[in-house]
């Protein structure tokens, strides 16, 4: 189970995430294309439904050309 602050910090993930995929002008699905992901877990992802695991934040860095340092960080 999760307590309320990782949540926050699941849904601060998502929000950094989408707003990172918004600046390079990419779409759920040429996200999704570029990681290797599902465009729906990527939504997902992104409105903090679901927790991703590190294979999933490694394979998005890579797709956006930034570390994940750069995802997890403020």
């Known amino acids: 189970?999760?307590?309320r602050r990782d949540e926050l910090r699941i849904?601060?993930?998502g929000k950094k995430l989408k707003?990172?995929?918004?600046?390079k002008?990419?779409?759920l699905r040429a996200l999704g294309d570029a990681s290797d992901l599902s465009?729906?877990?990527i939504d997902k992802v992104e409105r903090g439904v679901t927790n991703p695991?590190?294979?999933t934040i490694r394979?998005?860095?890579d797709a956006l050309n930034v570390s994940p340092a750069d995802?997890?960080?403020d």
Do not use: V
């Not at 707003?19 to 600046?23: D, F, I, S």
């Open 59 to 61: 394979r998005l860095a």
């Open 39 to 41: 465009a729906q877990h």
């Open 71 to 73: 995802l997890l960080g």
């Open 11 to 13: 849904k601060a993930f």
């Open 25 to 27: 002008g990419l779409s």
């Open 1 to 3: 189970m999760h307590d």
């Open 53 to 55: 695991s590190l294979t």
């Open 19 to 23: 707003k990172m995929r918004l600046e």
